[in-house]
């Protein structure tokens, strides 16, 4: 079974802080993703990696960027947290070369920026 | 702009009956759909897809069926059963191995005893 796994469930964070949010798989997956999901919004796609080292931009990347120096390790970096980034952020991976459903989520991290 | 979209943020029926969920879509170079199904505190799982070159793809109590002329795809489930509660999301893509996805908002499915 894939595993994909988020290293916090819930977190908090004021206004002004560095935040990381750390995904890793265990299924020796090329391609990692961040979304984040709002009411209303469904999941939108703020970074995702083809291979380590790489990063492409999604469709919100303002506010945010990402690491990938390991494989199995894509990080989300939130540089100075604002309260607009209050949300549930996913982490997803899947296989080069097959097909979207091999995108497996992790539980994801609820974050609340005071 | 969001170039999926799910209207019924809820729906509820009662166990047995049919179940549709709907999702329209806007960009019409989209030829890869997929429904997944998410439970709260877990992350959301693949539950069936469909591809332009069909209109009705079934896997057990699951069908998805497309309307490529009315951009339009629904996905049944028959019959429900209070399990399949969930949030159900809709996605969209170009071709069936381009991982850039767009996602619908999604819609609270309750099916009640």
């Known amino acids: 079974d894939v595993k994909v796994t988020q290293s916090s469930r819930y977190l908090v964070k004021r206004t002004g802080e560095k935040v990381f949010l750390e995904c890793v798989q265990d299924?020796?997956?090329?391609?990692m993703f961040w979304y984040r999901q709002d009411p209303g919004l469904g999941l939108r796609l703020i970074y995702f990696?083809?291979?380590?080292?790489?990063?492409e931009k999604g469709d919100i990347p303002e506010g945010y960027s990402v690491s990938r120096e390991k494989k199995e390790r894509f990080s989300l970096i939130l540089e100075s947290a604002s309260t607009n980034q209050t949300s549930m952020y996913l982490c997803?991976?899947?296989?080069?070369?097959?097909?979207?459903?091999?995108?497996?989520f992790g539980p994801g991290t609820r974050l609340l920026v005071l | 702009d969001q170039q999926v979209k799910q209207n019924s943020p809820s729906l509820s029926v009662q166990e047995g009956r049919i179940s549709i969920l709907n999702c329209d879509y806007t960009?019409?170079?989209?030829?890869?759909f997929l429904w997944y199904k998410k439970y709260p505190a877990e992350g959301p799982t693949f539950l069936i897809s469909?591809?332009?070159?069909?209109d009705k793809n079934e896997d057990g109590r699951f069908t998805v069926f497309l309307n490529k002329s009315a951009k339009h795809l629904s996905l049944h489930i028959v019959p429900s059963q209070p399990g399949d509660s969930a949030v159900y999301f809709c996605?969209?893509?170009?071709?069936?191995?381009?991982?850039?996805?767009?996602f619908g908002a999604g819609t609270r499915l309750t099916v009640k005893p």
């Open positions: 997803a991976s899947s296989l080069s070369g097959q097909g979207v459903e091999t995108q497996y």
């Open positions: 299924m020796d997956h090329e391609n």
């Open positions: 990696s083809y291979d380590v080292k790489m990063k």
């Open positions: 960009n019409s170079m989209f030829d890869y």
């Open positions: 469909i591809s332009s070159i069909k």
């Open positions: 996605a969209a893509s170009e071709g069936s191995r381009n991982n850039d996805m767009r």
